[in-house]
């Protein structure tokens, strides 16, 4: 049987630089077990350095860079994934998630101690005048 290599596979590079991509595959593999599959921690690792690569003279630390790079990015989608599954997706950073947790005091709550009084209306309420306005003629 043959062995097909993947199309993002790099057969240009030297052998330290392979042997840095294998490795640097195997821990992202111990990293994200169970959350990805080889292939897809694999593609992201080459696509990663595929990014550096373009735009990178020296090639010296492109591996270590795809490595970090990579693993910002498998984290970046684990935690996309885990937040759009979660049973109480929250859109609003003031919104209290846990049951009992203060909130933000609104507009027609009453003050507290702590808070004191609000600030009245920003429009001047013409009812509320001591004194009627001037006649005009």
């Keep these: 049987m043959t062995d097909l290599a993947p199309p993002y596979a ?3 590079l030297s052998i330290d630089q392979q042997l840095a991509l294998r490795t640097a595959a195997v821990n992202l593999g111990r990293d994200f077990a169970g959350v990805y599959g080889a292939e897809t921690i694999e593609r992201f690792l080459h696509t990663s350095y595929d990014q550096f690569a373009s735009l990178s003279s020296v090639p010296n630390f492109l591996p270590l860079l795809a490595e970090r790079f ?10 996309w994934k885990a937040a759009a599954t979660t049973a109480n997706p929250s859109c609003c950073s003031c ?3 846990t049951p009992g947790a203060p909130r933000w005091p ?8 702590a808070t004191g009084p609000r600030p009245g209306p920003a429009v001047p309420n013409p009812a509320a005048r001591s004194t009627p306005p001037p006649s005009r003629r």
């Design 10 to 12: 790099h057969q240009d």
């Design 70 to 79: 990579a693993r910002q990015r498998l984290q970046a989608l684990a935690k």
């Design 95 to 97: 919104a209290p998630t």
């Design 106 to 113: 609104s507009a027609s709550s009453p003050p507290s101690p």
